[in-house]
């Protein structure tokens, strides 16, 4: 009786369902670990956020090189801070966090797919998302992607369930993770124009109240209040941000595309040219597949009312992003889920085609077969882009500032200099993150962060600032480059030591090998020539 009893539970599709997002979500987990444990230089935007979790963790405040810091959203910083008191790492706890967070996204695909559509359709959704090469390409980086797609989801799961009737409960927890999404990533502020069109729905269905609409809304800005208040107390200005700089102040030279190709690129779920930083665009069967999911909602009734929500998701949170001067696939992460939402209802009709009596029962295994067919190509064809879109870019293009030599570079210095020595360079915050003490800027960083010596007068403005050494980095083992890229006078190389250079390559075809030089400051030779 035991035994069948427990094949009857093992039988269940609830808990095939659980185990089956189960094995899901460690594949995931797997899969994205496999390349991030192997990625070892990040953009810049990674080492503001491990210096910002860092000094978190130490308790040193929400600052860079002591200055309060005011780009890059707070709740990834404090989601590092606090992993960090488990894992005594800054630099797993942040990619592991990355991970770790696109991994269980899984969950809330699947659960939305579930009370939207079908157990089925969010189980082929969960699988699509899986191995989807976005969220596998951004995973491998210590970047706030992972926290903000995984927030995202679940407020849109829980807005969904109030949306589809289960109670008012709901939407107070939609609006509880909502909330975060701001702090995360300033797109988040998008959510609102989401769930605007259904809980104004909802006031003319009499389905919510002014009131209760009123505390949704406020539940949702608590996190954004304190970071606006503290933005106030610091600069004097709540809304203080580099992101107007940015829009309104670059050169329209920096754009690589006009509006309407960055509008035409991001409909595609693409990148840049083929041969540029991936060789591949997206993988054109799941695109297809989710846009015909988001067709059969209008064309079938009980789904059409989830066109107030599902296509607001993929365009807000996605080609919406066309407004900024650059591109790049991973401004689409939190569209990913609702593209894969729509391949899963796709796949799941197409299931529920096969299964009419209608057909003849040879046809109906055929066309069985068939199905899954496709959807095994549509995850196989996932594999080459991730892979195409890690080896171009994430491993490979991302060494920027010469990361892989400065990364070397900090880290020897770390172990060989005195601690007491002040060192400034042109790295960025990666320098503060390896050397693990305040690294001076050597020049403006990014047009947002200041430089902390006068590039006008270096020699004397680094013996005002007491710096004993310098490190830059180049393109080429010439030490004159590094002075060019530095925009350093060449005169200045006279009063300079070389102490030790480094070069490193990335082992791609589209990365250059880089070289970092580190450089003791002489204040007491005379410049010659």
């Known amino acids: 009786m035991a035994g069948k009893a427990r094949l009857k539970y093992f039988k269940s599709s609830a808990h095939l369902s659980f185990f089956a997002v189960l094995i899901l979500v460690v594949m995931a987990f797997f899969l994205r670990w496999h390349y991030a444990s192997r990625t070892l230089v990040y953009p810049y935007d990674s080492y503001y956020y491990l210096v910002l979790g860092r000094q978190l963790y130490h308790g040193f405040g929400y600052s860079v090189r002591g200055l309060p810091h005011f780009k890059f959203q707070p709740f990834y910083p404090l989601v590092i801070a606090f992993g960090t008191l488990f894992l005594r790492n800054v630099e797993f706890t942040g990619k592991m966090a990355s991970v770790l967070f696109h991994s269980l996204t899984v969950i809330p695909i699947f659960a939305i797919g579930k009370r939207c559509f079908s157990r089925s359709a969010g189980l082929l959704a969960a699988l699509f998302f899986t191995l989807e090469p976005i969220s596998v390409a951004e995973s491998v980086l210590p970047m706030s992607e992972g926290v903000y797609v995984f927030l995202v989801c679940v407020s849109l799961y829980f807005f969904l369930r109030w949306f589809e009737g289960d109670g008012e409960k709901y939407l107070m927890w939609s609006a509880l993770f909502g909330g975060l999404c701001p702090v ?3 797109e988040g502020f998008l959510l609102l124009f989401i769930y605007a069109p259904a809980v104004f729905h909802g006031l003319w269905k009499k389905s919510i109240s002014m009131k209760k609409m009123a505390i949704f809304a406020g539940v ?4 954004s209040a ?10 004097g200005n709540p809304f203080r941000s580099s992101y107007f700089h940015e829009f309104f102040a670059h050169s329209k030279g920096m754009e690589m595309y006009p509006y309407w190709e960055r509008l035409r690129r991001y409909l595609i779920f693409s990148d840049y040219d083929p041969g540029r930083y991936t060789s591949m665009y997206y993988n054109y069967g799941l695109l297809v597949a989710g846009y015909f999911g988001f067709l059969l909602m ?3 009734k009980k789904y059409r009312r989830l066109l107030m929500v599902f296509p607001l998701w993929l365009i807000l949170l996605g080609p919406f992003h066309f407004l900024w001067w650059f591109t790049s696939t991973r401004f689409l992460i939190a569209a990913v889920p609702a593209l894969c939402l729509g391949a899963g209802l796709t796949f799941q009709r197409l299931f529920e085609a096969t299964s009419s009596r209608a057909l003849p029962k040879p046809f109906r295994l055929a066309a069985k077969i068939s199905v899954v067919a496709m959807v095994a190509l549509v995850c196989f064809l996932s594999i080459p882009v991730f892979r195409d879109k890690y080896s171009r870019e994430s491993a490979g293009l991302y060494n920027l500032e010469g990361a892989g030599a400065a990364r070397e570079a900090f880290i020897w210095m770390k172990s060989n200099l005195p601690a007491g020595v002040r060192v400034a360079s042109n790295t960025g915050p990666l320098a503060t993150f390896y050397l693990e003490r305040d690294v001076l800027f050597l020049g403006p960083f990014m047009d947002f962060d200041y430089s902390d010596i ?4 270096p020699l004397n403005s680094l013996r005002e600032n007491q710096v004993d050494y310098l490190v830059i980095y180049s393109f080429s083992p010439s030490l004159e480059s590094a002075f060019q890229l530095a925009r350093l006078p060449l005169q200045l190389r006279y009063q300079l030591e070389l102490v030790r250079d480094f070069e490193a390559q990335i082992n791609t075809r589209d990365a250059p090998p880089c070289y970092a030089f580190v450089l003791r400051i002489n204040y007491l030779k005379i410049p010659q020539g």
């Open 454 to 457: 006068d590039m006008a007068d």
């Open 298 to 300: 209008g064309l079938q």
């Open 220 to 223: 949702f800005l608590i996190p």
């Open 226 to 235: 304190i970071w606006f208040a503290r933005n106030l107390i610091v600069f």
């Open 184 to 186: 995360t990533r300033w």
